[in-house]
């Protein structure tokens, strides 16, 4: 009889939360409209225009990429920057991504390529709040949001693949739109594949979606021959559509080629996901476990199939949490969220309503990117952005063969000079870029042989590394400038770099004059 009695409780319980939500049916519209304001318009312009944005080496490659590109005309096919791989073929897949950032740097320095991500996550945001609005409540949607930001996070650079996630999510949400409707998506919608091929590696994983999708359309279609049709075409489409790219088939297959580099554990993007690593992702990934064993909501076998495969990619490789965490929030959020969305009324009263709501946003939208584009941004000093080590190359070594620590080529790079190794470990091929871990660890025979090699002038390295303190103590090797970030030393017996350099507020005053 407790047990009956508890049962009875429990049952009440769950329909008093059905029909007695967190906030009322009629109050969603307010705050549909608070969320859009704050998620949508002000926390992307917040969160681009942290130094974080610029903690990695290869945002200043990719823009120095996107220089060369607008500055020749054509996307390059062979290396146009390192002197170790000068001339080998080079696919330049994210050239798009690439031009657009060099014009906003062009334009605004950081500042501008602060803009161009806060316009990617509002373009992403709107993505999610679009296609969730009308599936979740606001409670659901703020958590969803809230998560999602909190996951990304880590993952926000001015780098290409922030550019991908819009599209992405667009991409996903169009899709499940197209299956709730009990429709075939029309092959126009393969320009979505066109332009993301151009600006990132992503656009693979359109694939897997679209495959997803297309399993739980032809199953609830009873596998109709007509239906299944339209789908073969449509993914043909994709195909043709990511073919379309400056690199032909060799693009399309490039995203596989570097997932089967055995060197990618060595660079930390690439390494398996970890709760040391990214303890939030394993957080949000436990709660949303609980509540689905909790709330057992119903998957499609599509649904269920593309979070398993994403899941395993994350696993495997940290960067694709982002794709997992896109996919994730757009799948789960409706089967968690409260019922009473559906007695909720429009957002708007009336289309007139509705256009003067999204012009005004879209003012505002244009107003703070201004603003975020207006005002200057000077990313912090550190091994990825070594001012004070570049400012202090004497100018009679910047045309000499070096080595660098990996995530200063892009800064090496972009400012002109030619480096030994940067961020584009999938042109340097796996027995280079091992080579190269060997003389970052102070293996003195590897770093001779390169030294030989390639007539090595001098080095740039971060304080306090192996070969650092290799070269420190060697007799062959001179340190010249040495500051907080990074030191750099000069080959003895080398005409060039003689004169120690002047230094800097932030300079070590026993190793420059």
């Known amino acids: 009889m407790g047990d009956a009695v508890a049962e009875d409780h429990a049952v009440t319980w769950s329909e008093r939360a059905v029909r007695d939500p967190l906030i009322r049916p009629e109050r969603y519209a307010f705050f549909d409209k608070l969320l859009f304001a704050v998620f ?27 220089r060369w590109i607008v ?84 993952f926000v650079m001015a780098r290409p693949h922030v550019l991908g996630w819009p599209f992405l999510a667009a991409w996903t949400a169009l899709l499940f739109s197209y299956r709730d409707k009990k429709r075939s ?8 594949i066109f332009v993301w091929a151009n600006l990132h590696g992503s656009y693979f994983a359109g694939f897997i ?19 299944l049709v339209r789908w073969l075409m449509f993914g043909v489409a994709c195909l043709l559509a990511s073919l379309l790219n400056a690199n032909g088939i060799a693009g399309v297959l490039h995203p596989l080629t570097i997932s ?18 990214t303890p939030i992702f394993y957080f949000a990934l436990l709660a949303v476990t609980g509540a689905l064993l909790w709330k057992r909501p119903k998957f499609r076998a599509g649904e269920i199939l593309l979070l398993v495969v994403t899941l395993a990619m994350a696993l495997t490789h940290i960067r694709h949490q982002s794709v997992f965490v896109i996919l994730a929030v757009l799948i789960v959020t409706p089967k968690l969220a409260h019922p009473a969305r559906q007695q909720s009324g429009p957002l708007f009263s009336s289309k007139a309503q509705a256009r003067t709501w999204a012009a005004a946003a879209g003012l505002v939208a244009v107003v703070l990117l201004g603003v975020r584009t207006a005002i200057p941004l000077v990313p912090r000093e550190t091994f990825s952005n070594p001012r004070g080590l570049l400012a202090h190359v004497p100018a009679d070594l910047r045309s000499q063969p070096m080595i660098n620590e990996y995530s200063m080529g892009g800064p090496l790079i972009l400012a002109g000079i030619r480096p030994y190794i940067d961020g584009r470990a999938d042109m340097y091929g796996d027995d280079f870029f091992k080579d190269y871990l ?17 007539d090595i002038r001098w080095t740039m390295l971060q304080e306090g590394g192996r070969l650092a303190q290799e070269l420190d103590a060697s007799a062959d090797w001179r340190k010249v400038y040495s500051d907080r970030v990074g030191v750099i030393h000069v080959r003895r017996g080398d005409a060039a770099g003689q004169e120690a350099p002047s230094c800097g507020e932030n300079a070590k005053r026993d190793y420059c004059r």
């Open 40 to 66: 949508i318009l002000a926390v992307p312009v917040f969160i681009a225009s942290h130094w974080t944005v610029f903690r990695d080496g290869d945002v200043s490659w990719h823009v120095a990429a996107g």
């Open 71 to 154: 500055e020749h005309g054509r996307v390059p096919s062979t290396d146009p920057f390192s002197f170790t791989m000068a001339g080998k073929p080079w696919i330049a897949f994210e050239w798009g991504a690439e031009v657009i950032y060099w014009l906003a740097y062009r334009a605004a320095g950081f500042a501008g390529l602060a803009a161009v991500v806060a316009a990617a996550l509002m373009a992403l945001f709107l993505s999610l709040f679009g296609y969730l609005r009308s599936r979740a409540g606001p409670v659901a949607l703020l958590v969803a949001l809230v998560v999602s930001y909190l996951v990304l996070q880590p």
């Open 185 to 192: 998506p029309p092959l126009a919608l393969a320009l979505i």
């Open 209 to 227: 979606v679209a495959a997803a999708v297309a399993l739980d359309a032809l199953s609830e279609a009873g596998w109709n021959r007509q239906a």
């Open 260 to 277: 089967g580099m055995t060197s990618l554990p060595n660079i930390g993007e690439w390494q398996a996901s970890s709760p040391r690593s």
């Open 438 to 454: 060997k003389i970052m660890d102070g293996d003195r025979q590897a770093f001779d042989r390169a030294v030989r090699k390639y």
